[in-house]
């Protein structure tokens, strides 16, 4: 079905994987519109809880856009495969209802790095590596890279990475936050997993209000606050809403419907 992914659905996990190994899973114009299929069909597909994207192999995750294909842009060229990408995959990642967790098995680089910043949040491997080297090539990043970057890690060392191409690892990239979690690379996709069956155990239409009013405030949205409050209400008509309440009052574990 897809010519540079390899998918799986098991217990409600879609695992999605970009395989194109040899060229560092580089984007090119294949992949992000694989890309833009696979998450519809994460937006469609009701047996899809939760989502994992990774890269093929154990050197990246992404290494970028594919520099192969830009000799050929203009100015409108350029302009166009940014916009493009953003609205068919990064905003899509971003906005979808249900958690899309990144899973960095590698080299996060430029193209690479906005992917998984566009991912709900993102654990990493030991060995993986974080950075915007755009200047490198007389570019800035495309793929919303100057905005997620600044709200994730902030200003001043959003600037220096984008400055100095610098790539920050695992570790780092911890502390900075742009990591939750650091794993050998052999527990990656196994602690992964564990992170998303949790998530799975909790109320679906609460998790798609969270992930909504939370991008809201990572973009300083003016009415966030007001936002909250009307969500906070819409919950109290979903079935889950009386679920969980009535189970924790008669101390039981809730079972969540997504209704
Ligand atoms: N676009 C296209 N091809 C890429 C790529 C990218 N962003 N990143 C890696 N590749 C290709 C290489 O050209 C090479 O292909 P080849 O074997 O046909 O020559 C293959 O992937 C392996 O990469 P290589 O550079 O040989 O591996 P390395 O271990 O020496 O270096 C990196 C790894 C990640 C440091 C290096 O590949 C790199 O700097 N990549 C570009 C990163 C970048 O600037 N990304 C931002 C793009 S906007």
């Known amino acids: 079905m897809y010519q ?25 114009k294949d992949v992000i519109e ?15 809880k939760t989502v994992i994207l990774t890269g093929a192999g154990e050197k990246a995750f992404v290494a970028g ?9 203009d100015v409108n060229g350029g302009e166009a495969l940014a916009k493009k990408g953003q609205e ?31 991912c709900h949040f993102r654990v990493a491997s030991e060995n993986a590596k974080f950075g915007q080297p755009e200047v ?20 001043g060392k959003a600037m220096e ?6 790539m920050v690892g695992a570790e780092e990239a911890k502390s900075l ?14 602690e992964t997993k564990k992170i998303a069956q949790k998530i799975q155990t909790k109320a679906p239409i609460a998790i798609a209000k969270v992930i909504a009013c939370v991008n809201e405030a990572a973009k ?12 906070f209400g819409e919950c109290f008509s979903t079935a889950d809403m009386r679920e969980g309440t009535t189970a924790f009052l008669e101390k039981r574990k809730a079972s969540f419907a997504g209704k």
């Open 4 to 28: 540079t992914l390899l998918t799986e659905l098991s217990e409600g996990i879609f695992v999605i994987t970009i395989n194109r190994p040899d060229k560092l899973n580089a984007l090119n």
């Open 34 to 48: 694989d890309l833009s299929k696979a998450i519809d069909e994460v937006y469609k597909n009701d047996e899809i």
């Open 65 to 73: 856009a594919d520099i192969s294909e830009f000799t050929s842009l």
């Open 88 to 118: 068919n995959v990064f905003d899509k990642i971003e906005n979808c209802p249900k958690p899309v967790i990144a899973a960095v098995n590698g080299f996060a680089l430029g193209g690479g790095c906005e992917l998984a910043m566009s």
């Open 136 to 155: 490198n090539l007389g570019l800035i990043p495309g793929y919303g890279g100057t905005q997620r970057l600044t709200q994730l890690i902030g200003k």
């Open 161 to 166: 990475l984008m400055m100095t191409a610098d």
């Open 177 to 190: 936050g742009l990591v939750n979690h650091v794993f050998p690379i052999a527990d990656l996709l196994a």
């Open 220 to 231: 300083g949205d003016k009415d966030g606050f007001a936002k909250e409050i009307k969500r």
